[in-house]
């Protein structure tokens, strides 16, 4: 349960009085979630959802919630901070920072078809072509620094065949870095849990906690690593083809993006695994994680380097 | 038919790509509305209203969409401006300033209940209030100078007794101005068609094109004038109070707005039998306005001079 710190009726009906939202009907913790405590609050005006932020501070935040603001301004479907009655995204509740965004219809689908591929592919080049105009920076925290770093640590808890795929790969992408692509606002984590799916329709991209600026084809191949993988960790040509095209369509990929697709998706799936072993061998004290199994990137890793002509356009 | 400027699919399908709103799904022209031309417009991304602007120039926009972008940024339910891939609310299209609004849920009432009356107070309340943040100004277009000037110009066309009662009512509140009482953003026309409601919870505000800089109280009067009048031109008292109860619970009523409500009323009548009066006699060239019937407001000005005590909280 993703309710980390309690928030009592008195507590939010006395927060809403800075906020321009009418009165508080419903207030319903939410299950979901690893980082930070969310609760669905219905008012008067709408439904919204409240997060409290459990590790993220209040310096880290603006970028984010700036971010969602810019892209629902473009007509993303993403939830869109509420600014209180001093004109702030961000507030604190209980204690722990906290902001109130929109709700979003839709739910999340595990076993995605062709036309919900494609639907993830078009809303992604809307979101990357909606991000060219957001003016703020971050770096990406799970960077090639990061990955040299966290390879390090984690070493010493593979069998020796895994250690050495593992050195290897980090080594190979410090080398050959995706250089020469386009940029911008990636979502870096848009897996089938991050979307919100009306049918053939996205309702919504959620969570932007690990957004930041990088290379538009990294943003898509973590997006493919998930939606368009079979349980085998290979990856579904007609799923993978259909959301590249409709990507395409809404922003269109270039000749050297397309020369570096095999290396993205490789770098793509080595940041899920080693993020996986650390969270498996190194949790964070207090971290409630429900940690994934590292195996399944280590497979579509291992398939990758295997297949070095995936699907493309 | 308030399609006063065509719009094709394919006009449409082309100015969508400078938007990151997917691609266009249906195109549905809207009957309603006698100022501007106003599609339903249907993206992947969602559903959208297109405005094409018939008399409103790119001088007096960027006020109004940046209040709706302001008032939807509070979580007011109103139509939020779309920006483009520049960054601009304000494009044009077919040779007309255009733009294109989130679109809101719920349909306009005619016979509102005394449960609608108070969540229109309370949705007023929370515009007032998250208005107060709002950086832009603009002037009253119908304030007391154009009050003076239309009635001018209208007094010809009355018999003696109602030009009297006109330019009484005129000179009566040049002398006794809503003075001392809060200001901020008004809307200025928040009539029963202006409200989309979805049940009994307020669904959207809509047609921000008269808003202005004005006395709040004056925006409330305006309000209940329309939503809690009887057809004999009386105010409901239940509908009333129940409006301003409500209003009130969300930007608390001060002593001074109290002693000048009679006034308000009766200002707020006036200024609708002067524009009436003016878009019978004297309609602009071109006008396809269905002109209302002044004696609506005629009956309602005088009822309330008839009636210096008129319900309150």
Redesign the interface.
Known sequence: MAVFTRVSEADIAAWLAN?????LLELQGIPAGIENTNYFVTT???R?VLTLFEKLTADDLPFFLNLM?HLA?????CP?P??????RFLGELNGKPAC?V?RLSGKSVTQPTTAQCA?VG??LG??H??G??FGEQMLNPRGSAWRAEAAQQVRRFLPPQDAVLLAGEVEFHATHPLAGIPRGVIHADLFRDNVLMEGE??GGLIDFYFACTGKLLYDVAITVNDWCMTPEGKLDAGHTRALLNAYH??RPLTAAEADLWPIALRVAALRFWISRLYDLHLPREGDIVHAHNPDQFKRILQNHIASPNPPWL
């Open positions: 906020y321009s939202l009418g009165t008067t005006n709408g919204f603001a301004r473009h007509g993303i479907p869109c509420v600014a209180d009655k001093q004109n109130i929109s639907a078009a809303m809307q979101m072509s909606a060219q105009s329709r996205v369509a809404a």
